[in-house]
């Protein structure tokens, strides 16, 4: 049997049409896009209107889109430039307990140099409150960074309540949309946001490669120095190959949101639907919220078994999933997002993530749901 991924909120296969519209930066237009000869300006066309392009369909200026190695640089990028740009003494940051660790990690560098930074957290459906984060803005809050689609959960985060509030306040307001890109629609300057970090591999693009999105209101300090690259605010030769690559997905899946949620949210009535019929719905439980989250994200926890165990037997049966949360040292930590949400422990120790993606097919889905039944009666021993 052909393995079934079902892993796509880690990372999605390269689309071909992204694949065909790299290759020629690799082969025929190899030029140093700073290079000033023919082979250069050549090669600074294309990244021109790769630029463009992206802009258009993401509805920002070309010049508010700085290229990166992906979200995690871009998360990096926005919280250190942001707040080495301000020249008030303000020390205090607000984002959530269920961030991405590319979030987590730079605000817990930032505390060991003297920021404070509020940590708001969340219900058991994996929201926060728009009140809890009015209640934790201070005088000295100088950037506010909570993400729009949650990787584990998928729970969608009222970032337009956010951003008004971050507005009225003058706070500069972050938003990691790296698994919100191809799964929801996405106007940036209809959304109240100063910076978005996006990322190209959880959508059909090549890895590696991201952006951030930076309002032309903000002011940020470049954190790579050694050239004049994207605007002097990332030096470093461009990726020009994976951002063809970045701008074709964009160009191909942008316009397929709706339908591609649609079959999404399909594939995972599937599963659930497989799930009651082969175990009885008392047999697991689903995390995160009802209606405001993506349909491809569906974590389930089957208390009684190990996320380990499950996961290693659904890879003997050639289904891949995850576990959402990190391997270290060859055994997985409690999810952060799980616990944060404050589920009971059979639960959180329980959970795996299915992500599912335009591969997928019907079939594919009650396979995995039976192969799934199959394992949790074996490991229950009925
Ligand atoms: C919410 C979120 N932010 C940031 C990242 C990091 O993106 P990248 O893999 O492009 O560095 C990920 C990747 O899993 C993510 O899910």
Same mark, same amino acid.
């Given at each position: ?40 300006? %050549? ?20 010049? !508010? ?38 979030? $987590? ?55 337009? &309540?956010?951003?008004?509030? %971050?507005?009225?306040? &003058? ?9 919100? $890109? ?5 106007? $940036? ?38 050239? =004049? ?24 899946? $942008? ?25 009885? =719905? ?62 009971? !422990? ?37």
């Amino acid at each position: 049997m052909n393995p079934i991924y079902l892993d796509h909120a880690a990372t999605t296969p390269v689309h071909p049409d992204v694949l065909e519209a790299m290759l020629p930066f690799y082969t025929a237009f190899f030029g140093n896009p700073s290079s000033t000869h023919s082979f250069g300006r %050549a090669t600074r066309t294309a990244l021109n209107r790769f630029r463009d392009a992206m802009a258009k369909s993401l509805g920002c200026l070309p010049a !508010e889109l700085i290229f990166t190695s992906g979200g995690t640089e871009s998360n990096n990028m926005a919280i250190f430039g942001v707040l080495h740009a301000s020249k008030d003494d303000k020390k205090h940051i607000i984002t959530t307990q269920i961030e991405h660790h590319a979030v $987590l990690h730079p605000c817990e560098r930032l505390e060991g140099l003297g920021y404070e930074v509020t940590y708001l957290p969340v219900g058991p459906t994996g929201l926060i409150q728009i009140e809890d984060v009015a209640a934790a803005v201070r005088p000295d809050t100088a950037l506010i960074s909570i993400m729009y689609v949650n990787n584990e959960v998928g729970t969608i985060q009222p970032i337009e &309540q956010i951003g008004e509030l %971050a507005r009225a306040k &003058q706070i500069p307001f972050h938003v990691d949309a790296v698994q919100a $890109l191809g799964k929801l629609p996405l106007n $940036l300057h209809e959304l109240p946001v100063d910076m978005v970090s996006l990322s190209a591999h959880k959508l059909y693009g090549p890895k590696g490669v991201g952006a951030l999105y930076v309002s032309k209101h903000t002011k940020l300090t470049p954190h790579v120095y050694g050239g =004049s690259q994207e605007r002097k605010r990332r030096a470093g030769t461009e990726n020009v190959a994976a951002i063809a690559g970045f701008a074709k997905a964009v160009e191909v899946l $942008l316009p397929q949101v709706e339908t591609l949620q649609e079959k999404a949210s399909e594939l995972r009535q599937t599963m659930i639907h497989v799930l009651e019929q082969q175990l009885g =719905s008392e047999r697991f439980t689903i995390n995160g919220h009802k209606e405001q989250s993506v349909p491809h994200i569906l974590n389930i926890s089957f208390p009684g078994i190990s996320t380990e165990t499950l996961l290693m037997n659904l890879d003997l049966e050639n289904v891949a999933a995850a576990s959402g949360s990190a391997c270290t040292s060859g055994s997985l930590e409690v999810s952060h997002v799980l616990q944060a949400m404050k589920l009971p !422990e059979n639960v959180t120790a329980s959970a795996v993530r299915f992500s599912f993606g335009m591969g997928n097919s019907k079939e594919q889905i009650e396979t995995a749901a039976q192969k799934i039944a199959t394992i949790v009666h074996r490991l229950r021993n009925n």
